[in-house]
């Protein structure tokens, strides 16, 4: 009996722990970007700052921060092809020249997640991710300030992309 009752806690814990560790501790909800500029909307945590820089030319930079594990930067411009495939392999070949550059972990017809070697410690992981909507080029890409895990750069690559 008792060794029946201590499986049946082992297993209850068990589940209990698994069920906790597949949700996330700060699940994130969808954030409207139109008031700030661009009509999109990307998956945020609760109360992610959000900054906006008009570089004109029809250039517009939207930063979406809650540190230290989310930090998005959307590039907005006229676009200048409606080839996808073109505008995501530019992203890449200039990613390519960065000396830090090691490999890129996923690639997908919108975008890739990448890794950088810092130094010979640590690495750091981001990720771009193309969207043309109109007569307008969004490059989503892991925001400038901030070392990120893969972990944090994978859930801010799905929270960007357009799930229709």
Not at 8 to 19: G, K, Q, R
Not at 69 to 79: C, E, R
Not at 128 to 134: H, M
């Amino acid at each position: 009996m008792m060794k029946r009752c201590l499986s049946l806690l082992l297993l209850s814990s068990l589940a209990f722990f698994i069920a906790c560790q597949s949700e996330p501790a700060d699940p994130w909800q969808p954030l409207d970007l139109l008031p700030h500029g661009i009509p999109v909307k990307v998956l945020a945590p609760d109360s992610a700052k959000v900054k906006t820089t008009d570089y004109g030319y029809g250039l517009l930079d939207v930063t979406v921060t809650k540190m230290p594990h989310y930090a998005i930067q959307i590039l907005a411009s006229d676009a200048m092809t409606n080839d996808l495939a073109a505008v995501k392999a530019e992203q890449l070949a200039e990613l390519k020249k960065r000396p830090e550059f090691t490999q890129v972990l996923k690639d997908e017809d919108n975008g890739f997640v990448y890794e950088l070697r810092l130094d010979s410690t640590r690495n750091n992981y981001g990720f771009r991710y193309v969207r043309l909507q109109g007569d307008k080029e969004y490059v989503f890409q892991t925001g400038l300030m901030g070392v990120f895990t893969q972990e944090d750069v994978e859930r801010m690559y799905e929270a960007v992309q357009d799930k229709k």
